[in-house]
C-alpha cells in the first residue's frame, strides 16, 4: 500500500520540504530584519506569507511528483555536488520513502486527533463558563468597537482555564481563570482584554 504512486510522492514531498523550508526561512529571516524599522503587522503579514509561500511550493511538489513520479529522484540528484555519491544514496533512499510517509501519517494523524479532541474540550469549557462581571462585558464592546469588531465575543471565566486566551474564532469567546481578574488592576485587565481582542482583529488563529 505504501509502495502506491501517491505515497511515494508524498514521501519524496516531505524530503524536497526540507530544503525548500529552509529556503523559505532564510528569506524569511532577511525580510524580517529589512522590516525591522516597519510596524509589527508588517513582520506579522511576512510570516503569514512564508507560511503560505512554503504551503504553495509543498502543494506545488506534490502535483509535480504525482504526475511525474521520477522527479522525486531527478530533482534531487540535481541538488547533490557529487554526482556519483547521489546515484549510490538515491535508490537508499527511495526505500525509505515508504517509511517516511508512515511516520508522517502518523504524525498526522496524531495531530488532527489531538486538534479534534481540543475542540470538543473548548466547547464544553465554553459551554460550563461563567459569565464576567458586566463591567468587564461592558468594557470589551467598548475595546471592540475601536478595533472594527462587530462579530459578538463572549467573555468567560472557567476553572479548567489557567490563562487568559481567546478561543472559538468564528464565535469568540475571551476565557479567564476563575477569580484571575481578582489579583490584577483594572488597568491589567484592560490590557489583557485589548491584547486578546487584538488576536481577533488579526486572525492569529490562521497562523
Known sequence: ???????????????????QATLVGILFFIGYHALSRYSAKRRFELAGL???????????????????????QTALSALTVNMSETVAASPSLSNWIPVITLFWALGALIAISRIVLGYFQTKQICREGQMMDSIWIEKCQVFAKRLGLRKP?????????????TVQHLKPVILFPI???????PEETEAILAHELAHIKRNDFIL
Request: glycine share 4%; proline share 5%.
Open 1 to 19: 500500500m505504501l509502495n502506491h504512486p501517491i505515497f511515494e510522492a508524498i514521501g519524496w514531498t516531505l524530503v524536497h520540504s526540507l530544503w
Open 50 to 72: 512564508a507560511l503560505l509561500s512554503q504551503l504553495m511550493i509543498s502543494l506545488s511538489t506534490l502535483l509535480i511528483l504525482i504526475e511525474s513520479p521520477a522527479a522525486g
Open 153 to 165: 465575543i463572549q467573555v468567560l471565566q472557567h476553572v479548567a482555564c489557567q490563562v487568559p486566551m
Open 179 to 185: 477569580g484571575f481578574v481578582n489579583q490584577l488592576s
